[in-house]
């Protein structure tokens, strides 16, 4: 079945440092691609998200390609800050027709002053 | 955007009482509607889908007595905790299916955390 593979954390940088988060996936056709972002004690705010091969999802400095060719889907910052410390989660969408999402375990970011 | 609001946010009851959470869609209607829980550090659990005016079907392994889902109308979805135990304990989140840029996707409550004492 579908799934997703994150890389897994914690990640700790220090503030302006580059951050990358590795995202692959496996799913019969082309779904749908998003990252979320939790920070403590809320719920699921979504970062971006890409709807088809060679999309690029961008928000609030972040992106993320969707490759086809290598079934991935990476988040990149150029230059972190303290305020990005939180668990960001990639999922794709089911294409079954139930909108069902699978999500990533989580990677937890954590950006040092 | 889409909005989708919870409530309680956080609530606290006794053992072998039930505890019932409410999900809705503030500017949207949503026929369907996804209910989650999340243990600490781990990522979200599917628990069942909530469509409107029909039964909920769950995940395996979730108790559909235990977890009573009505989704009544097309704004509102509720999920009751039933006889609540500790181990029922955690973070629970839902979602409506809304329309964004013509594409249909999940749109996030911001969770309610339980506390079953």
């Known amino acids: 079945g579908d799934s997703v593979t994150q890389m897994e954390g914690p990640v700790t940088l220090s503030e302006e440092a580059f951050l990358t988060i590795n995202c692959t996936y496996t799913a019969t056709g082309y779904p749908s691609l998003f990252w979320y972002v939790q920070y403590p004690g809320e719920g699921l705010q979504l970062l971006l998200k890409?709807?088809?091969?060679?999309d690029k999802g961008s928000n609030k400095g972040f992106e993320a390609t969707y490759r086809k060719e290598t079934t991935s889907f990476h988040l990149e910052k150029g230059s972190v800050q303290v305020s990005d410390s939180a668990v960001y989660f990639c999922a794709l969408s089911d294409l079954s027709g139930t909108y069902k999402y699978i999500f990533g375990t989580g990677t937890r970011l954590k950006v040092l002053a | 955007g889409a909005v989708v609001s919870q409530h309680p946010s956080w609530v606290i009851c006794k053992s072998g009482t039930s505890v019932k959470i409410e999900c809705r869609s503030l500017d949207f209607q949503a026929t369907t509607m996804f209910w989650y829980r999340q243990f600490p550090k781990q990522s979200l659990m599917l628990m069942a889908t909530?469509?409107?005016?029909?039964?909920?079907?769950?995940e395996q392994g979730v108790e559909k007595d235990k977890f009573l889902i009505n989704h009544a109308s097309l704004t509102l979805s509720t999920l009751t905790v039933t006889s609540a135990h500790p181990e029922d304990s955690s973070f629970y989140i839902c979602s409506a299916i809304g329309t964004s840029g013509g594409v249909d996707e999940q749109f996030f409550g911001p969770g309610t955390r339980l506390t079953v004492l």
């Open positions: 890409a709807t088809k091969a060679d």
């Open positions: 909530s469509n409107e005016g029909s039964k909920a079907t769950y």
